[in-house]
Structure formats: structure tokens, C-alpha cells
């Protein structure tokens, strides 16, 4: 395996803008990392869950079922789309609305449906750590590691969306960022697509 490869493919895609991090930041700026926690382990539980899904099927999945990577893809776009609806229409006035998203339930779910860490996950048990002839269970410190890689990124978003969430006074400036985090989600949701 190419370490540096590998380490390059780990962090820019976790720590790059998607599903994941963009949502946190959002959250973040809305009520804070203690409140968005519970969404943050969502993500890594259903991350940790979609890693062990990947190593199992990595080496049958795309040659027996191909057909399921589209069906991930619009699941996955509508979801996405449907944050960046309600990171748009987030009023800031009071954080009851977003907290209701902020779940542990949501967070996991978004795993589910997230391409992003679907092909992760896939990328990472076919081309870097693909090993035929070990067992599955074998995998496990790295999933481990991914997972706690993971969490390290959406805490670094969340705390990135605490921080602004003091100069949010200015109504013009919390209108530009509701519309800077949902176009980012949208650009997100057409990249899956492969629309963009």
C-alpha cells in the first residue's frame, strides 16, 4: 500500500466540503457543538456501520449488483437537497427548528444515503486495504481509525460553525451564509449526480 496515497485520500476527503461537514457547520452556527453532538455521533456510528458494510461487500457489490450505486446516488442527492432546503430557510432567531434535526437518528441516517461515504468506504477496502485472502474481522483497527478520523472532521466543522456563530448579528451576513452552506449542499447533491 502507498501510505502517502492512502493518508492524502483519507483527510482531503474527509475533511473537504459535503453532507457531513457542511451540515455541521450549519448546526454548529445554529446551536453549538454540545447541542449538535448527538448528530455528530449519529455520523460516526452510521460511518463506522457503513465501513463494515463496505468490507464485506466491497469485493462482490459493484460486479454483482451494479445497479445499486444509481439508486444510492438520487437517494442520496434528494436527502441532501432537502438539508440544503432547511440550512436556506434556518431563521437563527430560534434554534428549536434546526434542533429537531440534530438528532443521533439523523445523523446516522444521512450515512445511509450519503454517496460520499458510501464510495469512501468502497475506495478504501478495494483499492488501498483490498486483501482477499484476510478475514474480515482483520479490518477492524482501521475501521476504528476512519471512524475516529471522521469524528475529528465533523467536530472540526461544528467548532467552525460555533465560531461564526458570534458575528451572525448582521441579518444581510446570516442570509449570505444560509445561502453559501445550501448552494454548497446543491453543488454537493449535483456532483453525485454527476451533473456538474
Known amino acids: ?3 502517502v496515497a492512502f493518508l492524502s ?3 482531503i476527503t ?3 466540503p459535503g453532507p457531513n ?3 455541521c457547520a450549519s448546526f454548529g452556527m445554529h446551536l453549538g457543538y454540545k447541542q449538535t453532538f448527538k448528530f455528530l455521533m449519529g455520523i460516526v456510528s452510521g460511518f463506522f456501520t457503513v465501513l463494515w458494510i463496505c ?3 466491497s469485493s462482490v457489490i459493484l460486479e454483482v449488483a451494479p445497479f445499486i450505486n444509481t439508486y444510492l446516488k438520487y437517494i442520496g442527492a434528494a436527502y441532501i437537497l432537502w438539508l440544503a432546503y432547511h440550512t436556506l430557510k434556518a431563521s437563527y432567531t430560534s434554534s428549536s427548528e434546526i434542533k429537531v434535526l440534530a438528532t443521533f437518528s439523523r445523523g446516522f441516517l444521512l450515512q445511509m444515503v450519503n454517496p460520499k461515504g458510501i464510495f469512501y ?3 478504501v477496502f478495494t483499492t ?3 486483501e482477499p485472502d484476510k478475514a474480515v474481522i482483520s479490518h477492524a483497527p482501521w475501521i476504528f481509525v476512519l471512524a475516529a478520523v471522521c469524528f475529528s472532521s465533523v467536530s472540526v466543522w461544528t467548532l467552525f460553525g460555533n465560531f461564526i456563530q458570534k458575528y451572525m448579528q448582521n441579518e444581510t451576513l446570516k442570509k449570505a451564509i444560509n445561502i453559501v452552506l445550501s448552494l454548497a449542499l446543491v453543488y454537493t447533491a449535483l456532483q453525485i449526480l454527476e451533473l456538474f
Open 21 to 23: 461537514n457542511i451540515t
Open 121 to 123: 468506504g468502497m475506495t
Open 9 to 11: 485520500f483519507i483527510f
Open 128 to 130: 488501498f486495504l483490498y
Open 14 to 16: 474527509t475533511y473537504t
Open 1 to 3: 500500500m502507498n501510505l
Open 55 to 57: 468490507v464485506l461487500l
